[in-house]
């Protein structure tokens, strides 16, 4: 009974003196105390690296956060590699990776256990569509002559895909056929181990299509050294790339996005979930950011955790649709 008057006692006279007691006190906010981990589920000089890179270019430029941030680079397997070590490390907010729509598929098509809501969702950074090209000297002038094409004999064509079957690339060519009235399992989609090898067969005359994100193939259709013919996008882009039609308009109705985004591992906490948000916030208002979107035809449509995932649940859907097409779906 006197114990517990006299620990009564100090706390009045604690609150007496403007001193809040230690029970009361709110927890400082998480920030990273040692070296940031950003995994690149992607080569050197890959999409997911050269994403990574601007990243870290960013941070530290702008000092948007107070520990160094490294970028590590593990391609193997389609981002499995990448995106299965994270987990090595839970609840641990040093870690991050740049997260790719192959997240989704290769759980899809059963090359990996790892679901997208194994790990924790941090931020949508950007989305773009995906771009189906052929040769410069191509007989093949518009999508609708593709769509022929793909109608009358799908497995005629041979497309470039970089650098995994089931990726955003092949599930836009696929649900392209299939909305064409063609069959998109007899589809001869031929792998290379980066987008500019595939490219590089295009131009050579060795495959009849690539198809890949609309970065990937915006220098060699303004060097005119290859067409694209449709888009995946809702609407038309702008600049450069403006005079390009969607496939809504050219009878198709289909819309592949090839979201970017940053995920950590599973159960990080609210604070450290809360500090990644502002902390990526800042980096899409940046004005060296936003120059990035304009120069690769980068979609802006930043989002928090919340609301990335819901985005992450419904590319799960759509990119489902197109692997059940190619029969690659689980």
């Known amino acids: 009974m006197r114990f517990s008057v006299a620990i009564a006692a100090l706390g009045a006279i604690a609150l007496g003196a403007g001193i809040t007691p230690v029970s009361a006190q709110t927890p400082a906010p998480w920030k990273p105390t040692r070296n940031v981990d950003l995994v690149a589920a992607s080569a050197a000089g890959g999409g997911s690296d050269h994403l990574a890179r601007l990243i870290q270019k960013i941070f530290q430029e702008q000092k948007f956060i107070d520990v160094p941030l490294t970028v ?29 729509a192959n997240l989704i598929t290769n759980h899809i098509i059963g090359r990996s256990t790892l679901h997208f809501s194994d790990v924790t969702s941090v931020a949508q950074l950007f989305s773009e569509s995906v771009a189906i090209a052929v040769r410069a000297d191509s007989p093949i002038r518009n999508g ?6 793909l109608k009358t004999d799908s497995g005629s064509m041979s497309a470039a ?6 990726n955003s690339g092949h599930v836009a060519l696929a649900l392209v056929t299939q909305a064409a009235g063609g069959d998109a399992k007899k589809l001869k989609a031929v792998v290379f181990q980066s987008v500019s090898q595939g490219v590089t067969a295009l131009i050579g005359g060795h495959v009849d299509i690539v198809s890949t994100a609309a970065s990937n193939l915006a220098a060699h259709h303004i ?14 882009y702008t600049g450069a790339l403006s005079a390009l039609p969607t496939w809504r308009e050219q009878g198709i109705t289909v819309e592949v996005d090839n979201l970017r985004g940053v995920i950590g591992p599973k159960s990080m906490s609210a604070g450290q979930i ?28 930043f989002a928090g955790a919340e609301a990335s995932r819901k985005i992450l649940n419904d590319q799960h859907d759509e990119m489902r649709a197109g692997l059940v097409a190619l029969g690659l779906a689980r």
Request: proline share 4%.
């Open 161 to 166: 895909i970089g650098t995994s079957l089931g």
């Open 274 to 301: 809360a500090y990644w948000e502002a902390a990526f916030a800042r980096v899409v208002a940046s004005a060296e950011w936003k120059a990035n979107l304009e120069k690769n035809q980068w979609t802006e449509n």
């Open 72 to 100: 590590i680079n593990k391609p193997a397997s389609g981002g499995v590699v990448a995106w299965m070590g994270l987990n090595q490390n839970p609840m641990d907010g040093h870690h991050l990776s740049i997260s790719t």
């Open 144 to 149: 609708r002559d593709l769509v022929a094409r």
């Open 223 to 236: 060097s005119g050294r290859i067409r694209i013919i449709g888009l995946t996008a809702p609407r038309r």
